[in-house]
């Protein structure tokens, strides 16, 4: 005869005991990830030799010519070179083959309408330290002149670990359009069925929760995620996919225009619009042997030279 086990005792067991045991992840073979390595440059840890306005033209009135001193050490004509300095990261990201899936989308009008979805699964890693700039005692010549304090910058990891704040766009180059990465819950489950074996795929949202270790030489603590782009126009051959926020490095164009360091990925398809498939489709920029129609084509993704990927600021 089985004896009861006491409510109270069953209170006071861990947790583990209970606990469901996870399916185990889906061994990728050799080849079917692509990974891009983290980029990080020192002059990215820095701004300038730029003029603060608010100074030099919003408070005009203070600038004077001391009697027992050199001018530029005055607060205005120091705000006319100012280089700004701060640390900066970035992510390494992983990617499967671009792919389509058909599900069911929910319509205003409360009906379901099987759709075509485009999505890339893929992870980032917090596996590159930052660049940090260095102070040091003395006086240093640089490109901008005497610098006194930051003449160099040194790696140092984050103990914190890092956040991803995904945007990923994808752009038709030969028809001009552009496409948001949108949340589809039905989507991103018929993935996971397909994609993984109990592993989590987050959502551009949910990705922003996660926070990404650091993961040392041998380890691996990536984070998983997925883009969903729906309506993408069935005639598109040429298109790329902007990835923003791997890294918080920033650039100011002229006009002061701010523009966040991305990550561009190439891809290309000889279908056509009559019956999408993702077997059509091609990482990279395709190398067309006639030279006329091979310059048009690398006119479309404005690059002079076939590329899989590239680093750039847009």
């Excluded at 700039?133 to 002149?145: L, M, R």
């Excluded at 006009?255 to 290309?268: I, P, Q, S, V």
Aim: hydrophobic share 35%; with cysteine; glycine share 6%.
């Amino acid at each position: 005869m089985s004896r009861r086990i006491p409510i109270i005792v069953l209170l006071l067991l861990p947790s583990y005991v209970f606990a469901q045991p996870q399916r185990p992840t889906r061994k990728l073979a050799p080849g079917v990830v692509t990974t891009i390595p983290a980029q990080l440059k020192s002059g990215e840890t820095l701004t300038g030799p730029m003029a603060i306005t608010d100074i030099t033209v919003g408070m005009a009135n203070l600038a004077f010519t001391p009697n027992f001193g050199p001018k530029a050490d005055t607060l205005v004509e120091r705000a006319k070179k100012v280089i700004l300095r701060r640390s900066v990261h970035c992510l390494e990201f992983s990617f499967k083959p671009l792919r389509m899936v058909r599900v069911d989308i929910p319509q205003p009008n409360g009906r379901m309408r099987k759709k075509l979805i485009w999505y890339l699964v893929y992870s980032v890693k917090y596996g590159q330290a930052d660049l940090h700039p260095k102070a040091v005692k003395g006086a240093f010549v640089t490109d901008f002149g005497t610098d006194t304090k930051f003449p160099q910058v040194e790696p140092l990891v984050d103990p914190k670990g890092k956040r991803f704040f995904p945007g990923a766009v994808m752009t038709s180059h030969d028809y001009k359009k552009t496409y948001l990465d949108r949340i589809i819950p039905n989507a991103v489950k018929a993935i996971q069925s397909r994609e993984t074996r109990g592993m989590k795929l987050y959502n551009s949202v949910e990705m922003t929760a996660q926070v990404i270790p650091y993961s040392a030489e041998g380890e691996d603590k990536a984070v998983w995620g997925v883009f969903t782009w729906e309506d993408i126009d069935p005639r598109t051959d040429y298109l790329s996919i902007y990835i923003r926020g791997l890294s918080n490095a920033y650039l100011i164009q002229p006009a002061k225009k701010l523009t966040y360091k991305t990550l561009e990925l190439n891809f290309w398809r000889p279908g056509d619009a009559d019956d999408e498939h993702e077997k059509e489709i091609r990482y990279g920029v395709p190398d067309e042997r006639n030279p006329v129609q091979f310059q048009k084509i690398l006119k479309l993704y404005g690059t002079r030279k076939p590329l899989e990927y590239r680093w750039l600021y847009r």
